[in-house]
């Protein structure tokens, strides 16, 4: 398939409009006053076992969630696991959950810190075998939200004892270049909102795909140049919109997760495909609307 025809069937995709459309809502809402938090945990115990946790939750519902405006009463927790198996292949899976928030007291030893006692809601994507059983279906927080520095809060998974089990922090400002992009922008941007390493696996998974698969061939090298012109502009108005950690949230799980997935299980042509129709869905969303 040429690029031109590559590219209108892709524009055609369902992805793409599902994408476009969800990360509309998304812009939407940052006209809201208030936009949630995003707090992140990297977890690698070797060099086969790796775990990423993610929090959004609304700030003023954290000290009176009972009294919080519709969707404020909920937190997202994201999860996602990497291992590999005995033939040095990596696995991943990745599951989304919401809880309400019920009851919130402050925390007697930690000024400003209050202790959130939640109740799993729903299941969005996945399932809950990858959860703690402290925080499978009822989970208890730990939350401190800085008004003077946001790199100063955090949030704490405990176990039923009150000891954390997780540490969740917000993601660093970014630096003043903007990061090292090295070609893979909007992959890039995402992990760099969520605080993981440069050598985390979905960047050397991707950045392997884009090097032995896209540019092994001249029209893989089409759709990387097209790629490389349009990816910095679309990082550009994200970092522009006052929730764009949420949107970076949003495009991990939507994009690049599943693009890991499908390199993975060695299904090459889907994941560039998804992709595609991924970033033609965001072009859409930012640069055409």
Known sequence: MNRRKFLKVANQGALTAAVSLGFSKLLLAQDAAETPLVFYYYYASNASDKRNFQISIYPSA????????????????????????????????????????????????????????????????????????????????????????????????????GKAIYTLKPPAPPS??????????????????????????????????????????????????????????IVEQINAYPNSRELYAYIYEKMIIPAVDLVEKGEQEKAKQHYMECVLGLKRSLLEA
């Open 62 to 161: 954290v000290k009176d969630p009972k009294n919080a405006a519709g969707s404020k009463k909920y937190l997202k927790l994201y999860v996602a696991k990497y291992w590999k198996n005995e033939n040095g292949d990596w696995n991943h899976r990745s599951s989304s959950f919401e809880y309400l928030m019920k009851k919130s007291k402050e925390d007697k030893n930690v000024a400003g810190k209050n202790i959130l006692t939640c109740k799993m809601s729903s299941v969005l994507s996945g399932d809950t075998q990858d959860l703690s059983a402290d925080f499978a279906k009822n989970m208890t927080l730990g939350v401190f939200i800085s008004d003077a520095n946001n790199q100063d809060s955090y949030i704490e998974i405990q176990d039923k004892s």
């Open 176 to 233: 003043d270049n903007g990061g090292d992009y090295d070609g893979c922008f909007i992959t890039t941007a995402c992990v760099n909102s969520m605080n993981l390493p440069d050598d985390c696996h979905e960047l050397q998974t991707l950045r392997s795909f884009r090097d032995d698969y896209i540019n092994s061939t001249e029209e893989g090298k089409e759709l990387a140049k097209l790629y490389y012109q349009i990816s910095p502009e």
